[in-house]
């Protein structure tokens, strides 16, 4: 069985172990040249996106594509690199999913959103996101393909969590009234695809997230408590000195159900809020 990963980064990585572990043999794309010697010493094979023998070679007979790389303002890089390769090879993948983000939904001022609600992406960001997601359905029905479609809220896992933030001394409590933000620990996130995996559904779209959207603070404050050092201060959200960018996030407010995954998915997180996430990180040495 053959997996090819286009964009092997933080979660396109933990995917392929865990079929690597199935006995899967493993493809895909790689940052640089030093990302691509780390995965070759793992036992993955990487290849140059722009090198269509290459893509074509790594692509023939392959039973799974994940893509994970984010679009840009021409589109979605991994659709443009991987369906010409697929036609050439004359392959027909049983699964192909693409990773896309909660963002989509845009600000529901604290209201909970399904896969069936309006898409109301306010970045540009998000924006490229529907974009992409439609042109992934239009072409998976062209082509006879299956395609999934996975949102994503807030990732975390080890090495990028509340815990590393304090550690590194950059961790901050912005407080907006009423705020809360839904999250997904990495290996939560392997576990849904391996579900969708083994249960593919052409066209499906899954919310992949925890039990709880809580206000940022409290998980900062809970990391704190763990590592047994000071909370940071609070930090109004009206203060001077955020970015842009944080005062973007900060201007979508949603509670994002993952209902459907469990229901058709049979998915359960295994850390349903980011109290279990957190303190399996730290016992694991996080």
């Known amino acids: 069985m053959r997996l090819f990963v286009f964009g092997l980064g933080y979660v396109g ?3 392929s172990r865990a079929l690597m572990a199935r006995g899967w043999e493993v493809a895909g794309t790689a940052r640089d040249a030093a990302s691509a010697a780390r995965l070759a010493a793992q036992g993955i094979q990487t290849v140059d996106a722009e090198d269509r023998a290459a893509m074509i070679a790594a692509l023939t007979g392959v039973n799974a594509v994940l893509i994970t790389a984010p679009p840009t303002a021409e589109g979605c890089p991994g ?3 991987v369906i010409p ?6 392959a027909f993948p049983d699964w192909i999913g693409y990773l896309s983000t909660t963002g989509v939904y845009g600000d529901f001022e604290g209201r ?4 069936s609600s309006p898409l109301k992406a306010q970045s540009v960001e998000g924006a490229r996101r529907v974009g992409a997601e439609r042109d992934w359905r239009q072409v998976g029905r062209g082509m006879g393909l ?3 479609t996975f949102r994503l809220p807030g990732i975390y896992g080890p090495g990028r969590s509340a815990l590393d933030r304090l550690r590194a001394g950059e961790g901050r409590r912005i407080v907006k009234e009423g705020q809360v933000f839904s999250r997904i620990h990495r290996d939560d996130i392997v576990s849904g695809l391996l579900a969708s995996l083994d249960r593919p559904r052409a ?3 899954y919310n992949l997230c925890d039990d709880e959207p809580s206000p940022p603070q409290d998980v900062m404050e809970h990391a704190a408590s763990l590592l047994g050092v000071p909370a ?3 930090l109004p959200f009206n203060a001077l000195g955020l970015s842009p960018a944080t005062r973007r996030f900060y201007a979508e407010n949603k509670r994002v159900s993952n209902a459907l995954a ?3 998915l049979g998915w359960r997180p295994k850390y349903p809020t980011y109290r279990e996430g957190l303190a399996a990180i730290l016992a694991g040495g996080g």
């Not at 390769?85 to 004359?90: E, F, G, I, R, W």
């Not at 909970?112 to 896969?115: G, L, N, S």
Request: without cysteine; negative net charge.
């Open 203 to 205: 066209g499906g779209v």
């Open 13 to 15: 990585q933990a995917f």
């Open 146 to 148: 299956t395609v999934t």
């Open 79 to 81: 659709l443009e690199a």
């Open 112 to 115: 909970w959103v399904f896969e």
């Open 85 to 90: 390769a697929l036609a050439a090879a004359q």
């Open 262 to 264: 469990k229901a058709e």
């Open 232 to 234: 940071p201060p609070d």
